[in-house]
């Protein structure tokens, strides 16, 4: 029990565009989720945590306007990367706050690549 | 704010214990945890810890003081697909919940 279903697993996009990634909570409601950044041989950076029905809060330092998320229902939360450039290349996990388990249960990861 | 510190990277050889050292610096503790990670892939869990102790787990073992600001994961009788990451996490905020990853440390298991 207790997975997180995170698409796509990897993604190549030019510049410029736009790119969603989507997190579900497959067997358990996630009221919070929250999405992470890694870059290469560094660890994981809270990006924003993910509230249902409520805007989301971002860390310090990332541009909310750019890293858009949204968490309409229980079980789904999107993150979308507007206007990508190289340097957003990384790769992105979300987490889902399980309050059954008193854990987190982590998507498989999205590695984003610019172009 | 909240600061974790681990070492960058270790190397321990097949068969050996390694301690890896986490001290952390937070206000609203909550918990917290062990993670390894191997690379292009997500962290899986190992151990959570809330009070002070030793929580052990199979190989795995994980220490808390809370007083210290410090924990430790030992590592027994290692193997080499025991050659991972492995992050200290801070889960703190009280109802917030937020989950802050140290630095990493990097282990590599030799023969």
């Known amino acids: 029990g207790a997975v997180v279903s995170q698409h796509p697993s990897w993604v190549i996009c030019k510049s410029g565009t736009s790119v969603k990634i989507e997190c579900r909570s497959l067997d358990f409601q996630a009221t919070t989720m929250f999405w992470y950044r890694q870059f290469p041989k560094q660890s994981l950076m809270l990006m924003a945590t993910?509230?249902?029905?409520?805007?989301?809060?971002?860390e310090q330092g990332v541009e909310k306007d750019k890293f858009l998320i949204n968490h309409a229902s229980l079980t789904l939360s999107t993150l979308t990367v507007t206007s990508a450039h190289p340097e957003d290349s990384s790769f992105y996990i979300c987490?889902?706050?399980?309050?059954?388990?008193?854990?987190?249960?982590f998507g498989s990861g999205t590695r984003l690549t610019v172009v | 704010g909240q600061n974790i510190d681990q070492p960058t990277e270790m190397t321990a050889t097949e068969g050996a214990i390694v301690q890896i050292n986490c001290t952390y610096q937070?206000?609203?503790?909550?918990?917290l945890f062990w993670y390894q990670q191997h690379a292009g892939e997500a962290p899986t869990f190992l151990s959570y810890?809330?009070?002070?102790g030793l929580e052990e787990k199979g190989r795995f073992s994980s220490f808390l003081s809370r007083s210290k600001g410090y924990s430790y994961l030992l590592l027994k009788e290692l193997q080499m697909k025991d050659s991972a990451s492995y992050l200290c996490?801070?889960?703190?905020?009280?109802?917030?919940?937020?989950?802050?990853f140290g630095t990493g440390t990097l282990l590599a298991v030799q023969p």
């Open positions: 810890n809330v009070l002070d």
């Open positions: 987490s889902a706050r399980n309050t059954q388990k008193n854990g987190y249960t």
């Open positions: 937070t206000s609203g503790f909550n918990g």
């Open positions: 993910s509230n249902e029905g409520s805007k989301a809060t971002y």
């Open positions: 996490a801070l889960n703190y905020g009280g109802a917030t919940n937020k989950l802050i």
